[in-house]
């Protein structure tokens, strides 16, 4: 019976429901590689910079340039040690702080915006493949309305059948929509959690280069 439904419902329905429904498989399949690839992104990510926090928690006495060769090169802070560790600086420390400061918020949120990269995808889905399955079911329902309209005694079965057959682009559209959205709040969830260690790891690099530079008190309160 199962198979009879889905085989009726592509024999019975319009381009209209046929491109509905091929779009929906797409967005699915859409938005389950986006899932799996920023879940294994966001992990190593994670895991790289609990490293990186591992390594300044060890030793607060280490200079900004042994700290360069022992960093995960991976790591999303990295590259801000690896620049700032060695560039000419001013002697003023406290203008050297301000500008550390600045250049780690502006170093933080490039690379969060980076991080944000397909979950914009993930958040179409979840808000659109419900009401595109619903417009299919709409479409559905219409064409299957208009073509028992000639029929002089209409039965609960052959209204039945068309009906259900159309709330088969309503079941696909929520298939697609759920994971996404649910996903989604995850991966939000999880990209707070990798900004929010990102940016305690910046100001303790602040705080190493500010010391490897010679200030008797390098740590940025």
């Known amino acids: 019976m199962e198979g009879s439904l889905w085989t009726n419902w592509w024999s019975d329905s319009d381009l209209v429901i046929r491109a509905v429904f091929i779009t929906l498989i797409s ?13 294994s992104h966001y992990r190593s990510v994670l895991k790289r910079e609990k490293q990186v926090r591992q390594l300044l928690m060890r030793d607060e006495g280490m200079c900004a340039s042994t700290l360069v060769e022992l960093l995960p090169l991976q790591s999303i802070s990295y590259p801000f040690l690896a ?12 203008q050297r702080k301000i500008e550390l400061e600045t250049r780690a918020a502006q170093f933080l949120d490039e690379r969060r915006v980076d991080l944000e990269n397909g979950l914009i995808v993930l958040a179409i889905i979840g808000n659109s493949a419900p009401f595109i399955g619903l417009l299919g079911t709409v479409w559905g329902i219409m064409h299957a309305l208009q073509s028992l309209g000639g029929s002089a005694m209409l039965s609960m079965d052959m209204v039945a059948g068309p009906v259900s057959e159309a709330l088969v682009a309503t079941a696909v559209g929520l298939f697609a929509a759920i994971p996404a959205a649910a996903a989604y709040n995850l991966l939000v969830r999880w990209l707070r959690r ?26 940025i309160s």
Do not use: P
């Open 27 to 39: 967005l699915s399949v859409g938005g389950w590689s986006v899932i799996v690839y920023k879940i």
């Open 194 to 219: 990798i900004s929010s260690m990102t940016a305690g790891n910046l100001r303790e690099m602040c705080d190493v280069i500010l010391f490897s530079e010679g200030g008797s008190n390098g740590r």
């Open 83 to 94: 620049r700032y560790a060695t560039q000419q600086h001013s002697e003023d420390r406290g």
